[in-house]
């Protein structure tokens, strides 16, 4: 299984981006895609993720309101949208896909729990 994210890019505050991560390698879409992310000198951190059927999804507060997963199952394809960006956006989005059910808020934001990674995609937020 391989992710491909993209779209990331320079961005002022206020804008907008939308990221994309492409799933290949499987037949099926049972699986939880989620993104996180890094800043410089900062810990990886959960942005969002969104359950098989696109029905849940889950949001670390400091987005909620402003990004928007979404996934398009028939093109193996998870979005992030994002809007109103600050630099505190600013961090290299990875995407991950954890094979399975919707394990559930506590376990979502576990990092270490998913079993596939993309490579990253860096959005710098200035102002």
């Known amino acids: 299984v391989q992710l491909q994210a993209s779209g990331g890019g320079l961005v002022q505050v206020g804008g907008s981006l939308r990221l994309s991560c492409v799933v290949s390698?499987?037949?099926?879409?049972?699986?939880?895609m989620g993104w996180f992310r890094q800043a410089p000198g900062k810990e990886r951190e959960f942005v969002a993720a969104?359950?098989?059927?696109?029905?849940?999804?889950y949001y670390v507060d400091s987005v909620k309101g402003r990004f928007t997963i979404s996934r398009d199952n028939a093109k193996n394809t998870v979005y992030l949208q994002m809007t109103s960006l600050k630099p505190g956006d600013t961090a290299v989005y990875y995407c991950?896909?954890?094979?399975?059910?919707?394990?559930?808020?506590?376990?979502?934001?576990?990092?270490?729990?998913?079993?596939?990674y993309g490579q990253g995609t860096l959005v710098t937020v200035s102002s």
């Open positions: 991950a896909v954890k094979v399975g059910r919707w394990p559930g808020e506590v376990l979502l934001v576990r990092w270490d729990l998913y079993d596939y």
């Open positions: 390698g499987r037949t099926s879409s049972a699986y939880v």
């Open positions: 969104i359950s098989p059927s696109g029905i849940n999804t």
